[in-house]
């Protein structure tokens, strides 16, 4: 087995008697002192398995009980490890380079702190100690067989960023593709042929299928067997979906995607979202079971979370810590609203997960919460008659421009009117829209950078004098002078705004500056840079997709002519 | 004399012996049972003037008493009366046509409601018994001559609409040229031809120069002479300064432009913003006494008036207080903020003037005050470095369109970069921006409206059980569904903005239906049209200016093929 790979022993036994998915198998791998416990599942056939995802390398001992009682050792060689976003091939091997060690010493990277070290896995000792014996065909020692590629581990919030488990940086570019896996399988085909030539490198998909506009098709496969009155059976997981499900998510780690899977949500006609808490509980201790191993894996909670009114809040942060409880590697959760946000404050919360339009909002989120933000829906490129699904392809450009500007991260979608209902938002299929050409120029422009951006105070490298300040302009004002009423006491929206412009402009260190001017269209503009460093200056078309250098060479106040139309931005790199 | 025309009264006499400014000089004018108190004022080189605006046609007896002694009768004609939004010659004469009788009717115009009624002007009695001759060289008896051209007397606030005296409705369309009068003569004639050229039929522009950013040329005229100290004597206006801006304001008018003219701003190197209140109020009085007879003006209190930090709220009340009390025609009056919005509910204030540059706040103002809402500042199209500057083209039509299709109003500004500082928002001089032509298009869009628009709730003639009620959709929800918690007992932006998405859509009775879809790019839309009546529907394009027909013989439920860009409107006008 390889280092963040996923490993999985099989066992050939008897049928379980009751429940499929609550099935007694529980595991421990330990290598040099380090331990961790995990669960397996029955998967179907009288085939018990335990996947186990290998977070170093070295000599593992492992050891299985319950249903199946077996134990071995395996050898886990450390994983290649590839610098994709420096612009080197991920592929290339290797250990990390000086850039990324850099970068992960700047950013420090603490495991323990950022990874959810401090979540333990709770182990199987709730199960009772009713363990059954069954038979085991597995030997006493054997080496796992090693998967294809190489990994960087999962994915985890660090500050208000990412990096794989291995600190290489991860910057999320996501799509969204609602009812991926609940296509025939021609057009889940397609859909992947189509993100293997798309920039994006995390997908939003759910596990139950979708009944909403546009998504009238029934799907072939659902996560369960139904009961003889026609309810769902959530002890009897259907394994073909699942086995097809996870075929999914390893096509997409193929890729280098991710998969964000939503586990819940209301637009439902089948009955999913009426499960109860427990059959709710039942679901989740199968799926983590299966799935949380997958190094690629991450939690959306739901959907809408807020629009399945079945549910009380108290419900979401009892399976939240669920959740958080049963995945032994703790991997990234967060929830997805329609209106009232989720409390990203919540220690199991990795980021935050937002349906949000107003990109000027970002900061507040930020600064708020401490971890990283994610407009996970910010409108979709399309034609809809609907205002949630018939934005520009500029304007999604711009939105992502300015969020990713700012260090925070946003997620595609596109819905274009189609007679056949294929739209890529909840099917997939192919991408009509105009975005995607410029997400991935985005994306490469933030390559250079060498490391995640925080934002950018435009004045932090000014002389002093420069720039604005309220409390200056204010000084000698009359007590009942309205504007120093409000600034002083007042509150609100004319308060908050008041004389602020939203800024999207973001550094990394003093190695990147980058300042994105979303609609406004200045002929000029004037960059205050480090006078110690010495800069190339460009200033890019978001939409043409081009980069123009205006200096070689630059310091400190700088001036630059800009074009004086929509979508621009300036880059400065340091040289 | 002519109704709605300005008439003037001058006598030769001795200079005054104190102030310029405040010298006794008081009018009476009466017909038939109706009187009317005016002040006169000095006009310099020895010579009284008393001016006076005609509201209604017939015989006029009027008496001056103070500095000079005269009377005698006038006879005043009916003013000729087109109706220009009627798509009808404004110069063509005639009596108001049924249309405009109608709508006055619908407006359920009152005059003494609307217009100002209620404000009475205080006549000069403050100022005293100590009348002094002075040597008149008034006959007993003359006609006065009658202005070139004719008017509709000046615009008045009538519910959330304007409208002329005569009942003939005002579309506002703006510009700014604040130091439009403070130019060299060269200039200011080919700002005016620029104007006569354009669609706009008001100007925002100064009394007081402006010193500011690309506005630093000293003007050659100023409102007063100079003390010996350097200091200003508002006790000496300086009568050439006037003469011209008057010149000015006459032109424009010619041109049926109002001037909406700014009394106050804090762009000031000269001193006029540090004048005392006292000196504040002798300049009021002797503008009042010059200005009020001319139909066009608009007092506009100040420009950013929160932005004179020596002043508190307390002194603006004073001023709009005595701008009322003086003003015997009750101009428009409003003042305009840089952050704080002033008290429009103000009895004197007659329409919200507003410096803001979220369209969607439109309704809020409007409904709060019930009173017109001009958005007479949201950004200048052009490519200043600032961002109040920098806006494309697109993206002020774009603001303008999302406000005139609510029945509110906006004003256009330009600001491009330029060798030789002439910019149009301050200078004038020649329009460079892509917006007035769409302006243009606007306004004749809305002139098939055969009066103005209110707020179409766009299910407003559909069938019951159409559209979406988050009442309904709560019916049953658990009491911690945090989204039933925000519903029922919450606030802030998310309750705001709960599942409302901007509505930019207006009507006029059920003969003219406009929804403007700003950027987002719907490809097929449903209008809900009364289902009595037969009408045309268009689809418009703000940009490129077209009007495509989509239907001709519509009615009730119509569904609307649309191109999926951005600025796209449908127009449905009653057959």
Avoid at 37 to 53: C, H, S, W
Avoid at 419 to 440: C, H, N
Wanted: proline share 5%; with cysteine; glycine share 10%.
């Amino acid at each position: 087995m390889r280092q963040y790979e996923m490993a999985e022993l099989a066992w050939q036994g008897e049928e379980p008697e009751g429940s499929w998915a609550d099935v007694c198998l529980d595991a421990v791998f330990s290598c040099g002192g380090w331990e961790k416990a995990v669960r397996g599942f029955y998967a179907g056939n009288g085939i018990y398995k335990v996947r186990f995802l290998p977070e170093r390398a070295g000599k593992y001992f492992w050891r299985v009980t319950g249903e199946i009682e077996a134990e071995g050792e395996a050898v886990c060689e450390p994983a290649c490890c590839g610098v994709w976003y420096a612009g080197e091939d991920p592929h290339s091997g290797g250990r990390p380079s000086d850039r990324e060690n850099r970068c992960r010493e700047e950013m420090q990277y603490d495991r323990e702190k950022c990874c959810g070290g401090e979540r333990q896995y709770s182990g199987g000792s709730q199960y009772g100690a009713e363990y059954r014996k069954a038979v085991s065909s597995g030997s006493d020692s054997r080496t796992l067989r090693a998967l294809e590629g190489a990994g960087h581990g999962p994915v985890r919030a660090c500050g208000r960023h990412f990096m794989y488990e291995d600190g290489t940086r991860y910057t999320p570019v996501g799509t969204t593709v609602y009812a991926l896996a609940h296509q025939p399988e021609a057009l889940i085909r397609r859909t992947l042929k189509t993100l293997s030539e798309a920039p994006f490198n995390k997908v939003r998909y759910c596990i139950f299928p979708k009944s909403y506009d546009y998504n009238h098709n029934e799907p072939e496969l659902f996560a369960f067997h139904r009961k003889p009155d026609g309810t769902w059976d959530v002890n009897r997981p259907c394994m073909e979906f699942w086995e097809h499900f996870e075929r999914i998510i390893t096509e997409l780690d193929k890729m280098g995607i991710q998969s964000d899977l939503i586990l819940f949500h209301p637009y439902d006609r089948w009955g999913f979202a009426e499960l109860s808490m427990e059959e709710n509980r039942i679901y989740l201790d199968y799926l983590l079971r299966r799935l949380a191993a997958f190094p690629s894996v991450w939690w959306s909670m739901a959907n809408e979370y807020d629009l399945m009114f079945q549910r009380g809040i108290s419900d979401w942060y009892e399976l939240e810590e669920y959740i958080a409880a049963h995945d032994p590697y703790g991997h990234l959760l967060s929830n997805h609203q329609c209106i009232v946000a989720y409390d990203f404050g919540r220690k199991n919360v990795t980021h935050c997960c937002l349906q949000l339009r107003d990109v000027n909002r970002a900061k507040e989120f930020s600064e708020k919460y401490q971890k990283p933000v994610i407009y996970d829906e910010l409108a979709y490129e399309g034609n809809l008659p609907l205002d949630w699904g018939n934005i520009s392809g500029f304007e999604l450009a711009d939105r992502l421009w300015s969020l990713y500007a700012q260090g925070a991260y946003g997620t595609h979608g596109e819905v274009f009117l189609s007679d056949d209902e294929v739209l890529w938002w909840a099917k997939g299929g192919i991408l009509k829209g105009e975005s995607p050409a410029r997400i991935a120029f985005l994306k490469t422009v933030l390559q250079e950078a060498d490391g995640p951006l925080e934002a950018w105070n435009l004045l932090e490298f000014a002389e002093p004098g420069e720039g604005f300040s309220v409390a200056d302009m204010l000084r000698g004002v009359r007590k009942d002078n309205p504007l120093a009423e409000l600034y002083y006491f007042g509150e609100g929206p004319e308060k908050d705004g008041m004389f602020r412009s939203p800024e999207y402009a973001g550094r990394y260190g003093t190695q990147f500056f980058l300042r994105y001017f979303g609609r406004t269209c200045p002929g000029l503009t004037t960059l205050y840079l480090p006078e110690d460093r010495s800069y190339q200056v460009e200033v890019i078309d978001i939409w043409e997709m081009t980069k123009t250098r205006a200096y070689f060479g630059a310091s400190g106040k700088t001036r630059i002519r800009l074009p004086g139309k929509e979508g621009i931005a300036v880059l400065a790199t340091a040289l």
